[in-house]
């Protein structure tokens, strides 16, 4: 195939929780799907670079078969090398374009296309619906992830002063390094009103943080296109596909009543939540246009999930959750949940594991729908399984030891990215299970070693680094 964008500068793929089956296979059980177990599942992902979110998923779901495609050719080497060293047969990655996708590919469970619905053209948009209508199981699910209005018209504003700068530069890292200059040189211009300059640096402050490929894909791309909720899912109708719900539950509700009496259907009502908190980007599921749904939530669902927060004590006495969302302590049985929760993070706890925090059942399914409408935690169907104790000869996920030989970045069994400082790096790649505490640190030739290693290995059982 010829040579893309993404072959001149690569954008490696990185684990994103968002994609996981398990998390859509939760949303789908909140509205009353019957999704696909995860153990044993069949997963498609449109736009897969070089399967770093893939990957991970078939190596801890060996039961589960994955494919990837992507237009590039280079991603797709690369992950093909990465799954063969891995001996990951549950695989398959294909370079071609989506709409090559035909029947003879079969049925999927999960259909993931993270990052890009809004940078293809339109052709290819419509392509992308066209293969989650066709190729959706009966309870499947697809995920489709967009730059959204009207948050994201202020992103278009700061991005077309970037490309207007930029035109007339020839290659590739000619527009990066005078992206990257021009917004450093805007953020010292004061000279706008003090009811733009927030908003303007905030906007050039989020492009600056990208890395390169990120900037260069996301902003700099030839296609970048914003739309309203109501205009994408007008647009999965016409492919027989419906509004499920979100990647991130908790944008589906409206805990603090702004939208209290609205009388309209669940369109109008997200895309009004979109026009009252501004939203700029969205992680929207679909599902098939013929399977009922059942949107009233309630507190009686809870017992049915598990629970996961990274929940702390702040100064102020208050608890902060996922999403820095902070509840008041003043509710006992609500901080005792919030801090088991937060002690076993990023870990999930069933239901019942955390009843004795509550007192009864009753009382921690309302507190936990309570917490789930605010984003305080997240909701899980799935356990990650790993090693969640340090063993006498710890061994580091095979994965893991796998991408710390090339990377600082490596992927919990929790489906997230982590970075590894250059001493943590050096301990993983010794952790394959032969060597005792004494041997690793003996290995590591730095100083205080032993002291060192053992909270080092503790943090590492704890986010779901080690394998039994």
Request: charged share 20%.
């Amino acid at each position: 195939m010829a040579t893309t964008q993404y072959d001149l500068v690569p954008y490696p793929a990185l684990a994103s929780p968002y994609t996981h089956a398990e998390r859509l296979a939760t949303v789908g059980k909140l509205l009353g799907m019957q999704p696909a177990p995860v153990e044993n599942c069949r997963v498609l992902e449109i736009g897969c670079s070089d399967a770093g979110n893939l990957i991970p998923m078939a190596y801890a779901l060996p039961s589960s078969r994955f494919v990837g495609l992507d237009l590039a050719p280079g991603p797709i080497a690369d992950g093909r090398r990465a799954a063969a060293d891995l001996g990951l047969d549950n695989l398959t990655l294909r370079a071609c374009d989506l709409r090559d996708i035909s029947a003879d590919w079969g049925e999927f469970d999960y259909i993931v296309a993270h990052g890009l619905y809004s940078w293809v053209p339109e052709d290819v948009r419509e392509g992308l619906l066209a293969v989650c209508g066709e190729r959706l199981a009966s309870e499947g699910i697809a995920y489709i992830s967009y730059n959204a209005h009207p948050g994201g018209r202020i992103r278009q504003m700061v991005r077309e002063m970037v490309l207007y700068h930029i035109r007339h530069a020839q290659t590739a890292r000619e527009r990066i390094g005078q992206a990257r200059q021009f917004l450093e040189n805007l953020l010292q211009v004061r000279v706008v009103s003090s009811a733009w300059l927030g908003v303007r640096d905030e906007e050039i402050r989020l492009m600056l943080a990208l890395d390169d490929s990120g900037l260069y894909h996301d902003d700099l791309a030839e296609s970048h296109e914003c739309f309203y909720f109501h205009e994408f899912a007008a647009a999965a109708g016409r492919h027989g596909l419906q509004y499920l719900g979100e990647g991130e539950p908790h944008q589906m509700f409206d805990p603090k009543g702004t939208l209290t009496g609205f009388q309209g259907d669940v369109l109008e009502y997200e895309q009004y939540l979109d026009l009252m908190y501004l939203r700029r980007f969205r992680r929207t599921l679909l599902c098939r246009v013929d399977r009922p749904l059942e949107r009233q939530i309630s507190p009686q669902q809870m017992p049915g999930f598990l629970f996961s927060a990274q929940a702390r004590r702040l100064e102020n006495g208050q608890i902060e959750g996922a999403r820095k969302v902070c509840i008041a302590a003043t509710n006992e049985a609500a901080a005792n949940v919030a801090m088991a929760l937060g002690e076993v993070y990023p870990g999930p706890v069933p239901f019942q594991k955390l009843v004795p925090c509550a007192g009864n059942a009753e009382v921690l399914s309302q507190i936990l729908y309570e917490m789930m409408l605010l984003g305080f935690v997240n909701l899980h169907l799935f356990d990650f399984p790993c090693q969640k104790t340090v063993t006498e000869r710890p061994r580091a996920n095979r994965l893991v030891r796998y991408q710390a030989a090339r990377s600082n970045v490596v992927t919990s069994a929790y489906h997230m990215s982590t970075n590894l400082d250059e001493v943590s790096r050096r301990v993983v790649e010794l952790l394959d299970g032969t060597r005792t505490h004494d041997e690793i640190a003996a290995s590591l030739q730095v100083e205080q070693a032993r002291e060192s290693l053992g909270p080092c290995l503790e943090r590492m059982a704890l986010h779901g680094l080690l394998e039994g």
